[in-house]
């Protein structure tokens, strides 16, 4: 036996520590989030979009298997320091549901949300102080009385997948925004703004967005062919994306020399995002998770052949107004999770392998206790099953409505007679023959002893049963000095003529009735 | 084992469970007075009716407060009315703690739970922002037992709600007050509450109809006994009415329809946590006034006008709804016991 626990225990320790020891990137792997490889491009619509205090918004994509907010949140790398800790989630539009979400339950997140991670009250997002790694304000300088140049912003059903960009506050208008997708700015009455903690309402052209506004296009009126062209294509590989992505930039900047693009251009390898002369729009989410990498790997060093590397296609950003050169482009979840792992490096290995250490442990613990039990009376092991297969059945039984309700008659206490009489008996009652019907109630509870008036007992002799004493409130009323009580609960019974028993002392038509009741019964 | 009790301004229920069926008892919230003469207490002890004593007055509460009103030509007053214990004597105290004493058997064991229906304040879980609440709770913890208060609206969604995760929206009709709660995975979320139920539309319309009655004292009184008859005794529907009073009772209907759910939409746009289901919610409805034919529609039809701001699947009355309240505070207290069993362990 010992033996057996000893190889057990030994071969679970092996394959737990085998598994810790695989990569890091495949540890962060969850079953519903597939490597960006296994993508194909008719999953490439499964998108999500995530907005406002998390620390790489943007738009992420999963594959068939339709991720859990926490995976969402979890790959958008959790809230930043500026979060509330609810979020908002705007599907199919105002039409459509919007919830807000209180963090502590997940649930399954359908194709195209978008989620916003609301900030705190009186928090103004500050491009001064944005993450370099996400773009988004910090908690410490949230108090910086500068005002906020920027603002975040989510569009839904411009196309076929939500969108989220970053702009300068000054041009956060909707009829600006349509402007720039070569729309008029008289459609801004079709456009819905839903802003924090606000219904969807509809705005003037000129009003000033706030930041974290998802803008709802009337998809009916938005004309797709008018628009510049957006960003559609998967990078599967992220590693290639991103030499793609630096490539591009850096030969886009060098064949284009505009001040904006170079603006963007710096923003792209890890300067800081926001310069004096920021672009309207600014680059965002996933950009800002390749930054990092670039910025920790310079793209002549760690990459020497990316310019050379042509496939896969990098995002095309052509024909698109400079203002408009920031629309990101889907990012995969698996690539939000790898680059975690891989920012982890030394410290995350030492982690996993902590943890597998305690799972360990856990493990071995588990299997002893449950071999101990295992050796224990049978009697013990079958009283424990059985309480706790019967708890969620009965309750399951209630919940679903499977059991009969039988109406009980309502038990009146006697604690009634404390405000009322005591019944007189004796001063209505003049039929002495028969039985006096029981109360519709019973006492539960024993009935307290009543002092009976002297005057109120009847004279001794006369006969009253003791049922009529029992009913009238206790034993004092016993006055029937000639049968014994139990005696006189039995009914006597005398035979006829007839050879039929029947009850003595009872009235005519008890008797009939019961001559009756006999014959039917023979 | 644990109990519920439902304390509703026309009934009072209690439920149990007893092995393979559940037990419930029942009893009207009312109560009428008699003056404290020697032929009333006669009648009363002949006829077994239980009845108190207090300040002079005979109360014969409960079941046979009706009939005995009906006998002696004189009115019934709800133990209950817009959360409050009618007047501020005792008679309508005495008369709740004597119903709840009638309604409640002996514990089975020490502080067993008995989750109650807490009118009117959302969370008083102790009954003790709330003059009934307070009174109930007392009366449930003299009676040896431990209590829990919820929401009726709470109670109908735990109750009613149960293939769907316990997420959704209760509505009760009552007779005095309307409630309705919005339930996440058995969390309540918002609360609504609107002081109007059954007993406001037989108010209004004993008035629109000038239904009233003399008592022996030469007194005039709305005869709301009448016209709740009349409504009950006209089963048709309310979406097409055939006479000026059923057009009547329509309106009246339609307006405390909107008066609910316009609350609703209150309630739902202040929550401060909103909902967190994004997939249409169950609407589950209860209560007698919302069991008459037409209603549905006259609700479907206003929630067409002013929709919830998330979406709902069809609203759901329920038919056998006596019970509904209960067997919702059943499954609490038995959640709760369940707890607590655990946590021992």
Redesign the interface.
């Known amino acids: 036996m010992c033996r057996f626990r000893s190889i057990l225990f030994s071969s679970l320790v092996f394959a737990i520590t085998c598994s810790a020891l695989r990569p890091a990137t495949a540890q962060v792997d969850t079953p519903t989030i597939r490597t960006q490889n296994e993508i194909t491009e008719s999953e490439s619509k499964n998108l999500f979009a995530i907005i406002g205090q998390v620390a790489r918004p943007g738009v992420y994509q999963a594959p068939l298997t339709e991720p859990y907010l926490m995976d969402l949140l979890h790959n958008a790398g959790g809230f930043s320091a500026g979060a509330n800790g609810y979020l908002r989630?705007i599907?199919n539009g105002p039409n459509?549901?919007?919830?807000?979400?209180?963090t502590g339950?997940d649930?399954q997140l359908?194709r195209g949300?978008v989620v916003v991670a609301i900030r705190k009250t009186g928090l103004a997002i500050n491009p001064r102080s944005v993450d370099q790694r996400s773009g988004i304000s910090n908690d410490a300088n949230a108090g910086d009385e500068s005002p906020p140049t920027h603002v975040q912003l989510a569009f839904v059903n411009l196309t076929d997948r939500p969108v989220v960009l970053r702009m300068r506050r000054e041009n956060a208008s909707v009829g600006r925004i349509l402007e720039l997708l070569g729309h008029s700015p008289n459609l801004a009455q079709t456009v819905r703004v839903i802003s924090h903690a606000e219904?969807p309402h509809f705005t003037s052209a000129d009003q000033q967005l706030a930041s974290e506004s998802v803008l709802v296009f009337d998809s009916a009126v938005i004309r797709r062919d008018r628009l510049p062209e957006l960003p559609t294509e998967i990078v599967n590989d992220t590693r290639k994306q991103q030499e793609a992505v630096a490539t591009v930039y850096t030969d886009e900047t060098s064949e284009t020399p505009d001040g904006d693009q170079q603006q963007f251009q710096l923003a792209a390898v890890g300067d800081p995002p926001v310069k004096e002369v920021p672009t309207p729009l600014d680059f965002e989410s996933s950009k800002h998770t390749e930054d990092v990498k670039l910025k920790s790997k310079p793209v002549s060093q760690s990459q020497p052949s990316a310019r050379n590397t042509k496939q896969p296609k990098p995002i095309r950003i052509q024909n698109l107004p400079a203002e408009l050169l920031t629309i990101n482009e889907p990012l995969a979840l698996p690539d939000a999770r790898e680059a975690e792992a891989d920012a982890g490096g030394w410290f995350s290995f030492l982690m996993y392998s902590f943890l597998t250490l305690s799972i360990c442990a856990g493990a071995g613990w588990g299997i002893m206790r449950f071999v101990r039990r295992k050796g224990q009376p049978k009697r013990l092991e079958v009283s424990s099953r059985q309480v706790e297969s019967e708890?969620p059945s009965?309750?399951n039984e209630?919940?679903?409505?499977q059991?009969?309700?039988?109406?009980?008659?309502?038990?009146?206490?006697d604690?009634?007679s404390v405000?009322?009489?005591t019944?007189?008996q004796k001063?209505?009652r003049n039929d002495q023959t028969h039985g006096v019907?029981r109360?519709?109630?019973l006492p539960?509870?024993a009935i307290p002893d009543t002092v009976i008036p002297e005057q109120e007992q009847p004279p001794r002799g006369t006969s009253i049963s003791a049922e009529v004493a029992t009913t009238s409130g206790g034993k004092k009323f016993r006055v029937d000095a000639k049968h014994e009580q139990d005696a006189a609960r039995q009914p006597v019974t005398v035979a006829n003529h007839a050879g039929v028993n029947e009850p003595q002392g009872q009235g005519l038509l008890d008797r009939v009735l019961s001559r009756v009741q006999g014959a039917a019964k023979r | 084992m644990s109990i519920a009790l439902d304390i509703g301004s026309s009934h009072m229920r209690s439920?149990r469970?007893q092995r393979?069926?559940?037990?419930?008892?029942?009893?009207r919230s009312l109560f009428t007075e008699l003056a404290d003469r020697e032929s009333h207490?006669?009648i009363l002890?002949?006829l077994?009716v239980?009845?108190?004593?207090?300040n002079g007055q005979?109360?014969v509460p409960?079941?046979s407060a009706d009939g005995i009103a009906e006998f002696f030509r004189v009115p019934t007053t709800q133990a209950i009315l817009n959360d409050r214990a009618v007047k501020s004597s005792d008679v309508g105290r005495?008369v709740i703690v004597?119903l709840v004493?009638?309604?409640l058997?002996?514990p089975g064991h020490a502080n067993e739970i008995c989750c109650f229906t807490a009118g009117g304040i959302p969370g008083d879980t102790d009954g003790s922002r709330n003059e009934v609440n307070q009174l109930v709770a007392q009366t449930i913890r003299r009676c040896g037992y431990q209590p829990l208060g919820i929401g009726g609206a709470t109670a109908v969604a735990?109750?009613e709600l149960?293939?769907q995760a316990l997420t959704g929206v209760g509505i009760t009709i009552g007779a005095a007050h309307c409630e309705t709660t919005l339930m996440?995975?058995g969390v309540e979320l918002a609360r609504s509450s609107v002081a109007r139920g059954g007993n406001w539309i037989d108010e209004q319309l004993a008035e629109r109809q000038a239904l009233h009655f003399w008592d022996q004292s030469g007194n005039r009184h709305l005869d709301f006994r009448s016209a709740r008859d009349w409504k009950e005794s006209n089963v048709g529907s309310i979406l097409s009415p055939t006479s000026v009073e059923e057009s009547q009772l329509a309106a009246l209907y339609r307006e405390l329809v909107d008066d609910v759910l316009a609350a609703v939409r209150d309630a739902f746009?202040n929550a401060p946590?909103?909902?967190?289901?994004?997939?249409?919610v169950g609407v589950v409805c209860a209560g007698g006034t919302a069991s008459r034919p037409g209603f549905r529609e006259i609700m479907l039809d206003e929630l067409r006008k002013n929709p919830f701001?998330?979406?709902i699947s069809p609203v759901q009355i329920i038919g056998a709804w006596e019970?509904s309240v209960a067997?919702g505070c059943?499954?609490r207290a038995?959640?709760e016991e369940?707890t607590i069993s655990r946590r021992a362990a």
């Open positions: 989630i599907r459509g549901v919007q919830a807000s979400y209180a339950r649930f359908r949300d219904t708890q009965e309750l209630i919940i679903y409505d059991l009969p309700v039988v109406e009980e008659s309502l038990t009146q206490s604690r009634l405000f009322s009489r019944g007189t001063q209505t019907p109360p519709h109630f539960e509870t | 439920l469970r393979f069926r559940l037990i419930g008892r029942s009893c207490r006669e002890n002949r077994g239980p009845h108190l004593e207090i005979l109360i409960g079941d005495e004597e004493n009638a309604l058997p002996t735990l109750a149960g293939d996440c995975h746009t946590h909103a909902f967190d289901a994004l997939q249409p701001p998330f979406g019970y067997r059943l499954i038995t959640l369940e």
